[in-house]
């Protein structure tokens, strides 16, 4: 390779991003093909939803707001973010704990996977809708989750893990989402994300020894889209105040409740990537749930308590629930059976109990925008 | 559209894998104008399409559509919702113990 093509990233253009696609695809295919990978098939949902629902949503309530945010993700601030430097360091992926490496590589795909599923999900809207302040908001997402996932999908390749998009020909499942609840879990899980990374960035500029990858470096700007994602959310639900009222106030509490708890469980999983972090999983998701409490002041009237002691309890029964479930699933015979159905309802019990903690009301803001501040 | 049988059509679509370093996406296109209803599934025909790294590919292909039947929509829209935790990124690991 003698001359280094001008990164993509850097395009301002369509155009002059695909000449110089163009141009590096004849390094990089040959580079592919040398090298075996081991082959990861992502797995993404595939979804559909009412979508006259959406292109009924009028912006003109926010508009002031919203075009401000529209503008600020047109110009792009992250484009060319996200490449490889000089601050990539060396990943001694040979002599990685092999536990850590398993759990790293997880994560790696998992947030791969759900980069992508974002990005099949906000393209769909786009296609499908007619509302161009919509489509035009679903597009510049759809943007920013390709990016970031092509961003892990490096990193992955690096470790020898390639991922394979095959599954277009497979068969696959269209399920629905009602636009409300993708408007609460998109949001949520915007600003979870944001709040997750910005708390590893910061542990990991506090504690630099702890940064065994060099992708983590790159958390800050990654979450700042999310967080912008995050703030569009808050002014499509802002147009429709029926959105966060009344019965939809349980549905939010649901998707609180849901939302931390998955996240809760999920960590637990992966142990030696916290250990690896310097971070201890249940610090780090009472940081990650404060911290998301505070963003979703903003547009949700209420916040889960969850400095009430039975919060934290309620996680951990949930967690090994989780435990014995997966334990008794791969086992057979009438006694598995049993612990499964016991597990079953034991994690069903202990949701329940999370779910049923008195939530705390507040005012919501007459205005919604912020800024990241973490 | 029966409540318990299901029909199968077949339209022609465009698939667009971008296997790039700036974007990693995949889409299909249905180019008669069909659209996809809660529970149809949907399979593209043809050996699996692969993108080199650093590559775009798009490629015509024809695509069967299985329409859901209408009791299989309607539990997809009754039940669907609930699935929409998994765009957290801390959904999508199949293990529960690594």
New interface residues.
């Given amino acids: 390779m003698n001359m280094q093509p001008k990164h993509s990233a850097d395009a301002t253009t369509v155009e002059e991003g695909l000449a110089i696609q163009e141009e590096q695809s004849k390094f990089d295919s040959k580079a592919a093909t040398d090298v075996a990978m081991q082959n990861t098939l992502l797995t993404p949902r595939f979804y559909t939803t009412d979508f006259d629902e959406l292109d009924a949503i009028d912006v003109s309530s926010v508009r002031e707001d919203w075009d401000k945010l529209i503008d600020q993700m047109e110009s792009d601030p992250n484009k060319g973010h996200f490449k490889k430097n000089e601050d990539w360091d060396h990943v001694d992926w040979d002599n990685m704990e092999p536990k850590l490496k398993k759990e790293f590589i997880d994560f790696l795909i998992s947030s791969c996977t759900a980069e992508f599923s974002g990005c099949v999900l906000y393209k769909e809207m786009k296609r499908r809708g007619s509302n161009s302040d919509i489509t035009q908001l679903f597009q510049l997402m759809a943007r920013d989750e390709a990016r970031h996932a092509g961003f892990i999908n490096d990193a992955l390749r690096e470790a020898g893990v390639a991922v394979n998009l095959g599954f277009l020909t497979q068969k696959k499942k269209y399920t629905y989402f009602r636009p409300k609840f993708i408007y609460y879990a998109t949001y949520l899980s915007e600003k979870i994300g944001y709040a997750r990374y910005i708390t590893i960035f910061r542990h990991l500029e506090a504690n630099p020894q702890h940064r065994f990858h060099p992708i983590f470096k790159w958390f800050e700007e990654w979450c700042n889209d999310e967080f912008s994602h995050g703030e569009a959310f808050a002014l499509l639900m802002k147009t429709d105040p029926k959105l966060t009222s009344g019965v939809n106030v349980w549905w939010i509490k649901f998707f609180l409740t849901a939302v931390y708890a998955t996240m809760y469980v999920r960590d637990h999983q992966r142990p030696a990537f916290h250990e690896a972090l310097g971070v201890d999983p249940d610090w780090y998701a009472h940081e990650v749930f404060t911290k998301t409490s505070a963003l979703t002041k903003q547009i949700f009237p209420i916040t889960l308590d969850i400095e009430n002691p039975r919060w934290q309890a309620g996680l951990v029964k949930l967690q090994k629930a989780n435990a014995d479930l997966a334990r008794a699933k791969q086992d057979s015979g009438l006694g598995a059976m049993l612990r499964q159905v016991s597990a079953q309802a034991r994690a069903a019990t202990a949701f329940a109990g999370l779910f049923f903690i008195p939530a705390k009301r507040h005012q919501v803001p007459a205005s919604t925008r912020m800024e990241p501040a973490y | 559209m029966g409540w318990l049988t299901k029909e199968i059509e077949h339209a022609p679509c465009t ?1 667009e ?13 249905f180019n008669n104008g069909a ?22 590919v798009s490629e015509d292909r024809d695509a069967i559509i ?1 329409r859901a039947s209408k009791l299989e929509q309607l539990w ?2 009754l039940t ?2 609930f ?11 199949e ?4």
Avoid: N, W
């Avoid at chain 2, 894998?17 to 296109?29: G, N, P, T």
């Avoid at chain 2, 699935?83 to 690991?93: G, I």
């Fill in positions: 698939v894998i971008s296997h790039k370093f700036e974007s990693l996406h995949a889409h299909v296109r659209v996809i209803y809660p529970g149809d599934e949907v399979k593209v025909q043809g050996p699996e399409i692969m993108a080199p790294f650093g590559e775009i299985f997809t829209r669907g919702d699935e929409v935790m998994e765009l957290c990124e801390f959904s999508f690991s293990e529960v113990t690594l």
